[in-house]
């Protein structure tokens, strides 16, 4: 009972600074993560309340700084602007410090001053370059912007800055790609620069959410910025885009034990492959995907780069998983890219068979599901099946009579999966 005693006290102990987050980190590994007192789920939303509430109340204060200058910023003059546009940097860098010093382990403290600054150092940015005609366009903006806070990723390591960096990075590549028509080589640097802490942060067991939204982002980011490499366009670009999207529903089985963020970088990947059978199950769009030009060495090089990444993945989670483990979306690949062969030779089929398939996953969630009394899971599989039918109903030439029908017809399969769900739920 006293080693409880022990570790209940920690938080309090390096809020006082009477021990460092380090060593209080030292003494909980000590004992054990076995051995610690657990958290009650009004302390874990408390803590995420706080958070939120520091994150916005930071944001909010910004806003209104900013609000309140510009009211008089065309009477003052350069040498005013200028100190008013670095003032908030300062500000931020203050909050910060003081929250590393005063309020170390603190998440409110260390979001809300991270955010603050993170913003103040995009505006004045933009508002320096605006008073001394620095000249570049807006990627150079994101580009400076992004590297100036990095570094708050790591130190005090705010999860919500990490989430703005990656998408800061992603946008400027963006720009780079459709505005200059060049390759956004920046992007791979900005994202290894990034990966050693957001792998840390994936991995964070006592901040989920955060961790959860970090896997989300990075997968989301890397998604993008894989496919800007691509110089042109055809039908073979869907099986890279399969391998990466397989990658990613294999995340949970990279490591013995699941990253708490592993389940959202999967649900990614599982939405990507999702996506893609929607596309092959439209003959249309099939069509119009053939009609392509022949493909470059380039990118037939980044294609077959992730069809090798994806081989390595599975190799990886073959020691943990074996096929059609926890469902079949990892193995998706394999079927995007025999349906992508076929779609050269008989577009229609593969319409047919992407068809398929999604029907056959679709009833496997709901059986699934109800057999789990699941009704999230549940749900999920009638959408599967709901939205390729409606989708199809809306390509063919049909009256608003049919239509209608198919639309109560799914919508009573809806209500009647989910009342006797509730039903079977509810204790007797």
Same mark, same amino acid.
């Given at each position: 009972?006293?080693?409880?005693?022990?570790?209940?006290?920690?938080?309090?102990?390096?809020?006082?600074?009477?021990?460092?987050?380090?060593?209080?980190?030292?003494?909980?590994?000590?004992?054990?993560?076995?051995?610690?007192?657990?958290?009650?789920?009004?302390?874990?939303?408390?803590?995420?309340?706080?958070?939120?509430?520091?994150?916005?109340?930071?944001?909010?204060?910004?806003?209104?700084?900013?609000?309140?200058?510009?009211?008089?910023?065309?009477?003052?003059?350069?040498?005013?602007?200028?100190?008013?546009?670095?003032?908030?940097?300062?500000?931020?860098?203050?909050?910060?410090?003081?929250?590393?010093?005063?309020?170390?382990?603190?998440?409110?403290?260390?979001?809300?001053?991270?955010?603050?600054?993170?913003?103040?150092?995009?505006?004045?940015?933009?508002?320096?370059?605006?008073?001394?005609?620095?000249?570049?366009?807006?990627?150079?903006?994101?580009?400076?912007?992004?590297?100036?806070?990095?570094?708050?990723?790591?130190?005090?390591?705010?999860?919500?800055?990490?989430?703005?960096?990656?998408?800061?990075?992603?946008?400027?590549?963006?720009?780079?790609?459709?505005?200059?028509?060049?390759?956004?080589?920046?992007?791979?640097?900005?994202?290894?620069?990034?990966?050693?802490?957001?792998?840390?942060?994936?991995?964070?067991?006592?901040?989920?959410?955060?961790?959860?939204?970090?896997?989300?982002?990075?997968?989301?980011?890397?998604?993008?910025?894989?496919?800007?490499?691509?110089?042109?366009?055809?039908?073979?670009?869907?099986?890279?885009? /399969? %391998? @990466?999207?397989?990658?990613?529903?294999? *995340? #949970? +089985?990279? &490591?013995?034990?699941? =990253?708490? $963020?592993?389940?959202?970088?999967?649900?990614?990947?599982?939405?990507?492959?999702?996506?893609?059978?929607?596309?092959?199950?439209?003959?249309?769009?099939?069509?119009?995907?053939?009609?392509?030009?022949?493909?470059?060495?380039?990118?037939?090089?980044?294609?077959?780069?992730?069809?090798?990444?994806?081989?390595?993945?599975?190799?990886?989670?073959?020691?943990?998983?074996?096929?059609?483990?926890?469902?079949?979306?990892?193995?998706?690949?394999?079927?995007? /890219? %025999? @349906?992508?062969?076929?779609?050269?030779? *008989? #577009? +229609?089929? &593969?319409?047919?068979? =992407?068809? $398929?398939?999604?029907?056959?996953?679709?009833?496997?969630?709901?059986?699934?599901?109800?057999?789990?009394?699941?009704?999230?899971?549940?749900?999920?599989?009638?959408?599967?099946?709901?939205?390729?039918?409606?989708?199809?109903?809306?390509?063919?030439?049909?009256?608003?009579?049919?239509?209608?029908?198919?639309?109560?017809?799914?919508?009573?399969?809806?209500?009647?999966?989910?009342?006797?769900?509730?039903?079977?739920?509810?204790?007797?």
């Amino acid at each position: 009972m006293a080693r409880d005693a022990v570790l209940a006290e920690l938080p309090e102990l390096v809020a006082r600074g009477l021990i460092t987050a380090d060593q209080a980190e030292r003494i909980r590994a000590h004992y054990g993560p076995h051995d610690a007192p657990s958290m009650t789920p009004d302390d874990g939303q408390h803590r995420r309340l706080s958070t939120v509430l520091g994150t916005v109340g930071a944001a909010l204060i910004g806003l209104g700084l900013v609000l309140v200058v510009a009211h008089n910023w065309s009477g003052l003059s350069r040498p005013v602007r200028t100190l008013l546009a670095f003032l908030p940097v300062v500000v931020g860098q203050g909050l910060v410090a003081f929250g590393l010093w005063r309020r170390p382990g603190r998440t409110a403290w260390t979001e809300g001053g991270s955010v603050f600054l993170a913003a103040a150092v995009g505006a004045c940015l933009a508002i320096v370059a605006q008073l001394y005609h620095l000249g570049g366009d807006l990627s150079d903006l994101l580009l400076t912007w992004a590297v100036l806070i990095l570094g708050l990723c790591y130190v005090p390591g705010s999860a919500v800055v990490g989430l703005g960096y990656l998408a800061l990075i992603t946008w400027q590549a963006v720009l780079v790609r459709t505005g200059h028509d060049t390759m956004p080589w920046a992007w791979i640097l900005l994202l290894a620069a990034f990966l050693p802490v957001a792998v840390q942060r994936i991995g964070d067991v006592e901040r989920r959410v955060a961790a959860g939204w970090t896997g989300s982002f990075l997968a989301l980011a890397i998604a993008v910025g894989a496919h800007l490499f691509l110089s042109d366009w055809h039908m073979l670009v869907l099986v890279g885009t /399969a %391998a @990466l999207a397989s990658t990613f529903a294999l *995340a #949970p +089985w990279w &490591t013995p034990t699941p =990253a708490p $963020g592993s389940r959202a970088i999967r649900g990614v990947g599982e939405v990507m492959l999702i996506g893609l059978l929607l596309m092959l199950g439209s003959w249309p769009t099939v069509v119009g995907m053939t009609e392509g030009h022949g493909m470059t060495a380039a990118t037939g090089a980044a294609v077959a780069l992730l069809v090798l990444v994806a081989a390595g993945a599975y190799a990886v989670a073959w020691r943990r998983r074996r096929p059609f483990t926890q469902g079949p979306m990892p193995e998706g690949f394999a079927f995007i /890219a %025999a @349906l992508t062969a076929i779609a050269l030779a *008989a #577009p +229609w089929l &593969t319409a047919l068979l =992407a068809n $398929g398939l999604m029907l056959a996953l679709g009833v496997w969630h709901v059986r699934e599901g109800t057999h789990a009394s699941s009704l999230r899971r549940t749900n999920l599989g009638l959408l599967l099946i709901a939205v390729p039918v409606l989708w199809r109903f809306f390509e063919v030439d049909l009256s608003f009579v049919w239509r209608g029908l198919a639309f109560i017809a799914i919508g009573t399969a809806f209500l009647l999966l989910n009342l006797r769900l509730l039903r079977a739920r509810k204790p007797h």
